[in-house]
Structures are given as C-alpha cells and as structure tokens.
C-alpha cells in the first residue's frame, strides 16, 4: 500500500483550514489549477489526478507552495499586529466606536449596518474584543435577530450550571411560533444528506420560520455508523461551519451528542465553543441536555452521552435525537419526540419536524406536529395535534420585550387586558418611542 498523501491542510499545519481556503481563493485560475491536479476535486480527501508530473510537482513544491506560506505568513502578521494593539484603536477598525454601540444593546443588523460589516466579520472583531477580554451578553429573538450588550456588572456573568439553557425573546401578543426541528446531521459521513439541510433552510424561508432545533450529532466525530469522507476530527468542525446553511433570520439552537462529544473526548475541541465564536446563529447549549426557554414554558433537547442522562427538568416538550426514528408519546402533560435523521444514517427516509406551537398566558396549550420529507417537492408526511391541559392562575408572562412593540399596539394590548399602568408604560403610550 502506498503512503496516504496528506491533505494541504494538513502540508500547512500552522494554519487554519479557513486562512488556507481565503489564500487559495486569491490565486490565479492556473495556480488553482495546479491545486486540483496535485489533490483532486476534494482537498479534504486527497487523491492526484492524471495530469500529475514531475515538471508540475517541481512547479508545486518549488514555487506555489513558498507563494501561499507567504501569503499566509502576512496575513498571519496583519491579524497579531491587530491584536497586539494596546491602544485598540486601529488602523483598519475603530473598536472605540464598536464599544461605544455595544453599551446600547442593538440588534446584529444595526450594527453591520452601522459599522459597514458583514455578519461574519461582526463574529470576527467580537472574538477580538472576547480575545482583548471585554465581555458582550446576548440575547436571541423569535425573529432570527441577535441583540448584543456589553456586561459591566458582575452579577451580569453567566454562571455555569448543570443544565444549560437560553431563552427564545418573543413579543407579548405573539402566541403562535413556529419551528423547525432536525437531529443526527452527522457532517462528515458519506451518508451525511448536506442538500437536505439545504432543502430544510429553504423551507425555513419559504415558511417564515426563524427557529431552528437540532438535538445533536451534529458531526460524525471519531467514530462512525458507516465511512467518514472526513475522518481528521478539526477538518470535520470546520468542514461543518463551511457547508452548514446561514441566513441572517434563522437561528439554530442545538445540543451536542455522543458523536460530537467523541471530537471533545479525543482532542479537546469544544463544537459549542467553536459555535460561540465563529458561527452566532448556531446555539450549542453544551452536551446531553439543552433548556431552551419560551415565554413561561420550556423545551428540552436531549440527546444520550456515556456518562450523561436525561435531565431531571419540568419541561412541556422533550425532544429527543439519536434513535433516527420519528415518533411521540405524550403522557403527564408531557410530549416526549423522538427526532428523525436529516442524513440517510440507519433510516430509509431523512425527514424534519416542523412544530407550531399555540401559547396561552404564556403557556403551550397546543402543538401541531408535521414530519417532512425533502426530496424534489416538500412532503407532509404525517401530522399529529396535542393539546395541553392546564389550569393557568398567573397572567405575567416572561421573556418578552413589550416595548418592542409601537405604543399603539402597546395601547391595546394594555386596555385588552385591563392590566395596571406602570410610570413608564404610561410614557410610552403618551409619547411613544423614538
């Protein structure tokens, strides 16, 4: 057996695979030509072409590659002098500026717009600022937004428990939300279905869908169902923050599962960590349970680990990945989903869930459940309906922001409910809000 060609990546070990693809994209077409002979169309999964020679392998080693280590070397460079800045004031970006927004708390719109950023260079500059050790909260919204503040006060930080969790911010008056909810992507594997995300993003999108579950496997990790086309475990995190669909109006929330807790285990690389820094639409709320909070209700994702069990919480729906298969069972006021497969894994038919969830006074009453399959049109397989009932004695609500709302909704919202004035609802209706 002949010796296994490395990767570029890994030629170029002290370099991201993202630096390498950014270089690789500022080369000529025939330096990119080069690349695909010496590698094949899949430089994750290396394999020479035909065309490959002496003359082309001298041409490789002897001048593209010292060209692309340059290049990289200065990139290098530009982004350590950035941070080596002590003045944080620099060239190229005004982080003064950038502090001074983040005191308001806007949404992540408003300050790509502000600033003139795309989302991904927003996730950049707050990973300088969390590297220069300025801390930011965030708070995520029904409708895909990100709101980001920075923290002054130490009973602001969070505090680790045993169970993570966040909360989904909704309006006062909204009591229908929909979501879409996926398990067991595992990126990485031959049978992994990444056009079915697609497929599942663009369903998002077509049906005003700005939430997204997943109950985890979300890579393959150091083990496998199956034959990884990626096996080197940094390669498989990255190769899922590449292909893993992005929209600025959807938001992904997730637990980590065995799979993804296997890349944890084998090389300390924390898929939640590497979420929180480069990808802020995709939630990783640690592995084996996740609270996803909903005005005074709560979801729980679940997905097994060695070592781990189900979370001993009071939670209306319990979600479930890694069986690969659909199905529900509701007891106790208590809906219990076992989340199918997006990926051709141990199932004949990838599907998603889709859940319509109904509120009142701030609680699930009842849930719509529909199974889909995306393949050439989008399929309902099936839909069941459960309702839940409760004796509701308090009228507060949490996890709302009422006055995102214009004073004249605010007005009827109040007057319908016959709820008493505070001081500043009263400002608010009399004057509204700038």
């Known amino acids: 057996m002949g010796k296994h060609l490395q990767t570029i990546y890994d030629y170029l070990g002290d370099y991201s695979s993202l630096e390498i693809d950014e270089v690789i994209s500022q080369l000529t077409n025939s330096e990119r030509q080069l690349i695909y002979e010496r590698y094949g169309s899949d430089l994750y999964n290396p394999q020479p072409t035909f065309e490959w020679n002496k003359i082309k392998s001298a041409k490789f080693y002897g001048n593209l590659i010292p060209k692309i280590r340059r290049l990289l070397k200065e990139k290098q460079n530009v982004s350590q002098n950035k941070l080596e800045d002590t003045s944080i004031n620099t060239r190229n970006f005004d982080y003064t500026l950038f502090l001074e927004i983040l005191k308001n708390g806007k949404t992540n719109s408003e300050i790509c717009q502000e600033l003139g950023l795309s989302p991904r260079q927003l996730a ?4 300088k600022l969390r590297m220069m050790g300025y801390k930011c909260d965030r708070k995520y919204y029904s409708d895909g937004s990100i709101k980001y503040k920075r923290l002054y006060s130490f009973k602001d ?47 998002c999108i077509k049906n005003n869908i700005h939430i997204i579950l997943c109950t985890g496997d979300i890579v393959d990790g150091s083990y496998s169902s199956g034959v990884q086309k990626i096996s080197e475990l940094t390669s498989q995190i990255e190769y899922f923050l590449k292909n893993y669909p ?15 807790a296997s890349v944890f285990q084998k090389i300390s690389l924390d898929i939640a960590q590497v979420c929180q820094n480069y990808r802020h639409d995709i939630i990783i709320g640690g592995y084996n349970n996740f609270e996803v909070d909903i005005k005074n209700d709560n979801i729980l994702l679940h997905h097994p680990i060695t070592g781990g069990a189900l979370a001993d919480i009071k939670a209306s729906i319990i979600l479930l990945g890694h069986s690969h298969q659909y199905s529900t069972t ?9 989340v199918p497969s997006l990926s051709d894994i141990i199932t004949s038919m990838p599907s998603a869930l889709e859940l319509n969830l109904h509120f009142n006074k701030g609680y699930i009453d009842n849930v719509l459940i529909k199974q889909l399959y995306f393949e ?3 399929i309902i397989l099936n839909e069941a309906n459960f309702d839940f009932p409760r004796l509701i004695t308090t009228d507060s609500i949490r996890n709302i922001e009422i006055f995102r709302q214009d004073s004249m909704t605010l ?7 016959n709820e008493p004035k505070t001081q500043i609802e009263k400002f608010y209706l009399k004057y509204g809000r700038k």
């Open 157 to 203: 930080l969070p505090v680790d428990s045993l169970i993570s969790k966040e909360a989904i911010i909704t309006e006062l008056q909204e009591n229908n939300l929909k979501l879409l909810v996926i398990s067991d992507l595992h990126f990485g594997n031959e049978l992994e279905r990444i056009d079915l995300v697609n497929r599942a993003y663009n369903y």
């Open 330 to 338: 509701f007891r106790n006021d208590i809906l219990k989903v076992k």
């Open 376 to 378: 050439k049109k989008d």
């Open 124 to 127: 950049e500059e707050l990973l």
């Open 246 to 260: 992005y929209d600025s109006n959807i938001l992904t929330f997730g637990v980590a599962g065995d799979h993804d």
């Open 411 to 417: 007005k009827r919202v109040l007057e319908k409910n």
